[in-house]
């Protein structure tokens, strides 16, 4: 931060944006302006201290900052902190009102595209995986494994921020050229731990027998000879398949499972009444 | 059993914060293995709460609030369910069959939440006009309200009513319907791995993908989703070094590198399935 030339911000209000941005950005989460309500509340320390002897100027920027505004959380930090560098350094004026709308605007669509993958689905697929294994082998130290992430994830955070507050309007081209690189190393490393988690986490067994002459014979252990874990592999494709189909969501795949479920269950009361029909 | 009122007050508070979390921080309280952990803690029965939470955690793996969706709320259901399957003492088969359904049916709640700050929206927009910024600042942290008592209600309410729902529940659902939902329950976390499949880069890097599941179904003696999880990460780190080595010998764009071996040269090697 020593190379941060800022001319009115001080050290003590990067620290307030910070943490108003990570407590605050989505408690006004709404329907009409989404995390806008929440943005202006993160910026609100910095607008403090360049407007607060300026009445218009304080509701050019106020109206501004309450724009529309969705992204990843823990990338809105790039964004928070290009936007008051800025405003450090150019003031509010028409011109730089709607360069900083711009930037908010068109930064947080990409950035939520990139913060969606690593933050969330990537971040998902590897902690709470392996906290939730160790959990159903009856460990409750996996619960660790989430808090030390948050704090690690709360680091890069504040790195996000300085880099925002460093770069600037420049960082939507040089920022987005690294982050594809590290993108597809942790997609890689959230494939690997998918594969694991199928074999690892659906542990369904078939429970079926039937007689050949006097042999009684189990289908889950000649299933297992062709290959293990071959029906939970089964649903995870079919899962995988049938959420790219139209109309099918994660909430309607949940009441597709049931019923698979439903019939899994109960095969043996099933077979047994095919077999009373026969 | 019923609950104590204790446990009915400390769970009612830990939902309310757990979505604060959720909204901030994410230090693992709003998601559904802390609930059933803290829950199986307060009324003695921390296995069938690990249990309970664990696999409902499984099942929304994939399933994260992305722009502002709304979720089926897994965290209330796996607190519910697994204070059910407790005070039942029918184990924790029982309490996951029942917290599918709970988690669906306060989905609503969510949504309900995120209306109910419009208003606050509303309220700032104006201030804002006014040049207000304090006015602004108190809107935005109203919004506390709406999100923490859409899942402390339902929570409390069921909770307290809990032995009743649960002896009706008991009485009214039949036998076959119970098995059937203790079996959708075992097969529910290859929705979580179904999201992250669509999520991931897949038909591009599905050797990996192949890689974690052979490692995990054939040598499920020597290996750990953790020892798997080093495996992913050797080749991820190999193949960030590789792309940056590329990215400074030269423009050419990074490369996939999708081979086992991991080695390979091969240039410009697309997959797509």
């Not at chain 1, 880099?163 to 420049?170: D, E, I, P």
């Not at chain 1, 190393?185 to 199928?198: E, K, N, P, R």
């Not at chain 1, 899962?239 to 790219?244: A, E, F, N, R």
């Not at chain 2, 599905?206 to 040598?219: R, S």
Request: proline share 4%; hydrophobic share 50%.
């Amino acid at each position: 931060m020593s190379d941060l030339k800022l001319n009115k911000l001080t050290k003590k209000d990067l620290k307030h944006i910070f943490i108003q941005n990570v407590l605050g950005l989505q408690l006004g989460w709404n329907y009409e302006k989404m995390q806008g309500l929440g943005y202006a509340y993160s910026v609100m320390p910095a607008l403090k201290r360049l407007y607060k002897d300026d009445p218009a100027k304080m509701k050019q920027a106020l109206n501004m900052e309450m724009g529309f505004f969705n992204t990843t959380p823990q990338m809105a930090h790039l964004i928070v902190g290009a936007d008051v560098a800025l405003q450090d350094q150019l003031g509010m004026n028409d011109e730089n009102e709607k360069a900083i709308a711009g930037l908010k605007t068109g930064l947080m669509g990409p950035f939520a595209g990139v913060g969606d993958t690593i933050f969330v689905a990537i971040y998902n697929a590897i902690i709470y995986s392996i906290t939730a294994y160790l959990a159903l082998s009856n460990q409750p130290i996996g619960l660790l494994i989430p808090v030390v992430g948050c704090l690690a994830i709360l680091w890069v955070r504040w790195k996000l921020f300085q880099v925002g507050l460093a770069q600037g309007t420049r960082l939507a081209t040089t920022f987005a050229d690294s982050m594809a690189i590290f993108t597809e190393g942790a997609s890689i490393l959230g494939l690997t731990v998918v594969g694991a988690m199928i074999p690892a986490v659906i542990n369904y067994k078939l429970d079926l027998t039937y007689k050949v002459g006097k042999v009684t014979m189990n289908v889950q252990s000649m299933l297992d000879k062709i290959m293990p874990a071959l029906i939970p592999l089964a649903i995870a494709l079919f899962s995988y398949w049938i959420l790219g189909r139209k109309h099918m969501n994660s909430t309607r795949l949940i009441f597709v499972l049931i019923l698979i479920g439903m019939v899994l269950g109960n095969l043996g009361a099933i077979f047994g009444w095919i077999g009373s029909l026969v | 059993m019923s609950i104590s009122a204790f446990a009915l007050i400390f769970l009612t508070i830990y939902v309310g914060l757990a979505q604060l979390d959720a909204l901030s921080l994410k230090i693992g309280l709003f998601s559904p293995v802390f609930g059933g952990a803290a829950t199986g803690l307060v009324m003695g029965d921390l296995k069938t709460g690990l249990i309970v939470g664990a696999t409902l955690q499984l099942a929304t793996l994939g399933v994260a609030t992305y722009g502002g969706a709304t979720v089926p709320d897994f965290l209330s259901g796996s607190v519910m369910g697994s204070a059910f399957a407790i005070m039942s003492g029918r184990g924790a088969a029982y309490g996951i069959g029942l917290a599918i359904p709970i988690g669906l049916l306060l989905t609503q709640m969510d949504i309900l939440a995120r209306m109910t700050n419009t208003i606050f929206q509303h309220h700032a927009d104006r201030l804002a006009l006014e040049g207000d910024y304090k006015g602004v600042e108190r809107n935005n942290l109203y919004g506390i309200i709406p999100w923490t008592v859409s899942r402390m209600l339902p929570v409390f309410v069921g909770l307290f009513f809990g032995s009743a729902v649960v002896k009706a529940i008991n009485a009214w659902i039949p036998a076959w319907l119970m098995t059937g939902l203790k079996t959708a329950g075992i097969i529910l976390p290859a929705m979580g791995i179904a999201i992250l499949m669509r999520y991931l880069p897949i038909k591009r890097y599905y050797p990996y993908f192949i890689l974690g599941f052979v490692l995990m179904a054939y040598f499920t003696k020597s290996f750990s989703l953790l020892g798997t999880a080093l495996v992913g990460f050797v080749f991820a780190a190999i193949h960030v070094m590789d792309a940056n080595e590329r990215k400074n010998n030269g423009p050419s764009k990074p490369n996939d590198n999708s081979n086992d071996s991991g080695n390979s040269d091969d240039e410009e090697v697309e997959i797509d399935v």
